[in-house]
């Protein structure tokens, strides 16, 4: 017969004859089963081919709108209430007053709130034009599928001197891995993006980067954070501020914000400096800290517009007030209580130049976690540490898969 969808109706109050569903209405067809069948009070009453992807002129008292697998329905006769709806595969929801009261197995609040258009038409993203009874089931569906998601996210932040699409191009091999072990991923940015542009200074940054990983489908779930070299910096900002919810904080390449990197690097002790240092300075301070072969070709020459780019990404990045890394402007980071609640496992590369993220230096994490902490060497530079070779993930790659896979296992336990 096909995919069923079996909705079950009838009036808890007093039990009456009501009018048979004859079809559906399936505004979103990502996944729809081939049959309804409708039972009100206990008796079947029909069963209905589903209408095809476009076909949304249907009207019945019984309309179910279907997607990804997921359904809810609601009846428009007589006050009769949708009491479970069930599918060939899984009981999806049970116990319906109205429109909805219970929803079971939902995982993202957004794929549920995108269903519920489906029984209110024309509402926008935001809340305008809702009823308050609209935005009482949403609200309720949202938290109730919030609950239900307890598997972590990794969040990822990139180097510097990198664009968002160079950056996420970066950690490909990383969030592949992160997928084939059953995690979603999170990319966040540098101060310098959007939607962070409007960030004046470190805390504002790090509160506007809080509130990506709070929204409705992500802020009850646990995170693992990674972060390689410059990105490390605002990965510990989140981290401390997020406190227990951060489950693991992997870091690579980068000393801790505890040791002043501007000054080592450019002979400056605050941000501001770098903006007016000219592209040579700028440059010798780069490949005299950290490896790059393109960068290490140009000098001495005049430079090609792919370095002048780098340059300047580099320039804006490391002279923002969000990210504060000279001797004069460390307090804004570490104050306080520096210490962050989650495990650390820190990735030293063996092949680093003695200016750069070398592992004594890295050892200086061990002093801000309040849990445990672990300093690895990996053999690699500074930048190849999450580039593949010959079809092989590289070692750091594998390590993390690793432990992220034991996260995943650990956490289903605790669920």
């Known amino acids: 017969m096909g995919n069923l969808l079996r909705l079950i109706t009838g009036n808890k109050a007093s039990p009456a004859t009501a009018a048979t569903a004859t079809s559906v209405r399936v505004p979103f067809l990502d996944f729809a089963p081939d049959f309804v069948e409708a039972i009100v009070n206990g008796e079947k009453k029909a069963t209905t081919r589903c209408p095809g992807p476009k076909d949304t002129d249907h009207t019945s008292d019984l309309e179910a ?3 990804q697998g997921w359904a809810l329905a609601k009846c428009q006769h007589r006050g009769f209430a949708v009491l479970a709806i069930e599918s060939s595969e899984t009981r999806i929801v049970r116990d319906i007053d109205d429109t909805l009261a219970r929803v079971e197995g939902l995982e993202t609040g957004t794929e549920l709130q995108r269903i519920l258009r489906g029984f209110y038409p024309g509402l926008a993203d935001d809340d305008s034009g809702k ?12 938290a109730l599928a919030i609950r239900k998601n307890s598997t972590p996210v990794l969040v990822c932040f990139y180097s510097g001197g990198m664009k968002p699409a160079q950056g996420q191009a970066h950690l490909k091999d990383l969030l592949a891995a992160a997928k084939d072990a059953g995690l979603e991923t999170l990319v966040l940015d540098h101060p310098t993006e959007e939607p962070y542009q409007k960030c004046k200074d470190w805390q504002s940054y790090i509160e506007a980067l809080q509130q990506q990983v709070e929204t409705p489908e992500l802020r009850s779930r646990p995170l693992i954070l990674f972060a390689h070299s410059h990105g490390c910096l605002q990965a510990y900002g989140l981290a401390k501020q997020l406190g227990k919810r951060v489950l693991k904080f992997f870091l690579a390449a980068r000393r ?3 040791m002043p990197l501007l000054d080592e690097v450019w002979g400056v002790s605050k941000g501001a400096d770098i903006q007016s240092m000219d592209d040579t300075a700028l440059l010798e301070g780069l490949v005299g800290a950290w490896r790059n072969a393109l960068l290490e070709s140009v000098r001495g020459s ?3 517009p792919v370095a002048k780019k780098i340059l300047s990404t580099v320039r804006e990045q490391y002279a923002s007030p969000c990210s504060p890394g000279g001797s004069s402007e460390l307090d804004v980071v570490v104050s306080g209580d520096a210490a962050v609640a989650a495990p650390i496992v820190a990735f030293a590369c063996s092949q680093e130049k003695e200016k750069g993220e070398t592992a004594t230096k ?11 902490f672990e300093l ?3 053999e690699a530079d500074h930048m190849d540490c999450l580039s593949s070779a010959d ?3 590289s070692e750091l790659v594998d390590l993390l898969a690793e432990d992220m896979k034991k996260l995943l296992s650990d956490a289903s336990a605790v669920a």
């Open 362 to 372: 890295m050892e200086g994490w061990r002093s801000l976690t309040s849990s445990s």
């Open 65 to 67: 709108v279907i997607s």
């Open 302 to 304: 005049s430079l090609p």
């Open 256 to 258: 801790p914000p505890t």
């Open 391 to 393: 079809g092989k993930n």
């Open 376 to 378: 690895k060497v990996v």
């Open 131 to 142: 009823g308050d009874s609209q935005k009482k089931h949403m609200a309720a569906a949202e």
